[in-house]
């Protein structure tokens, strides 16, 4: 239903909107890191069981308290061309601090991290036994350029913010609750500044997800916002038209 109501460059009037549709939405396959592919191959094989922690909304699998690792990571890790597109849209941005909420097994993470090596990223995770696990992953790919704050986000994000200063990119994978939704992305909205990116994971996963996405376009400070389906972006220009659009990806 999207691919059909979507729109593409045709039905972009805005310069800036039409630039990050054709330059990055488009630009298909990259980045593209073998070493964390094949890392995502061998945890949608792996049949050992994990104990799984959810504060958010979960399903019948995320909601099991035992899950087996390939079951887990099927259901919810990005697949290659969402992660590499997440990329495209935060190195774009040129950030110096990412924030993402939902570390989970750390592929998007580890993605993000080398696509913006000069970037800090801080990934909050209330999961142990999948930050023991991303930690591992992030050590073998020798990276350092990420810190997991660990814990329920609903008493981690605000602590952590009132210590921080303005942030670049944020995305907001987790919970998937209408409530804390909203309340995660106006904390980070109170930190984001004129060229920030505010990402929005799984925006039809519930009809909560849908109502929060929607109420966050509304907000004043969202002056651009872009509907791709699995992934919603919200822009901070100052001056610019308000606009709302859904785009094909």
């Known amino acids: 239903m999207h691919y059909i109501i979507g729109g593409n460059e045709h039905n972009i009037h805005s310069p800036f909107v039409y630039g990050i549709y054709t330059r990055i939405i488009q630009n298909h396959g990259t980045p593209n890191y073998e070493h964390v592919n094949q890392h995502y191959f061998e945890l949608i094989e792996d049949d050992h069981y994990i104990y799984n922690i959810n504060p958010g909304a979960g399903t019948s699998i995320t909601s099991n308290k035992n899950v087996p690792i390939k079951q887990l990571a099927r259901h919810s890790i990005k697949q ?42 801080y990934t909050f995770e209330a999961n142990p036994a999948l930050i023991g696990l991303s930690q591992k992953l992030f050590s073998d790919l020798g990276i350092h350029n990420i810190e997991i704050i ?29 409530r804390p939704s909203i309340r995660y992305a106006e904390y ?22 849908t109502r929060a996405w929607e109420g966050l376009c509304k907000k004043k ?6 509907d791709l389906w699995q992934i919603g972006l919200m822009y901070f220009r100052k001056g610019q038209l308000k606009e709302n659009f859904r785009l094909r990806f």
């Not at 605000?158 to 200063?165: C, D, I, M, Q």
């Not at 980070?188 to 997800?209: C, G, N, Q, V």
């Open 80 to 121: 290659l061309p969402w992660r590499q597109l997440l990329c495209r849209l935060t190195h774009e941005r040129d950030p110096k601090i990412i924030i993402e909420l939902g570390t989970s097994f750390g592929i998007t993470t580890a993605y993000l991290a080398l696509t913006c090596p000069e970037a800090k990223i």
């Open 221 to 226: 400070q969202v002056t651009v916002s872009i």
């Open 150 to 178: 660990e814990g329920n986000i609903d008493e981690t994000l605000l602590p952590f913010l009132k210590k921080t200063g303005k942030i670049d990119v944020a995305y907001i994978d987790a919970n998937h609750r209408f």
């Open 188 to 209: 980070l909205m109170d930190h984001m500044h004129e060229k920030s990116l505010l990402i929005l994971d799984d925006l039809y996963w519930s009809y909560e997800m």
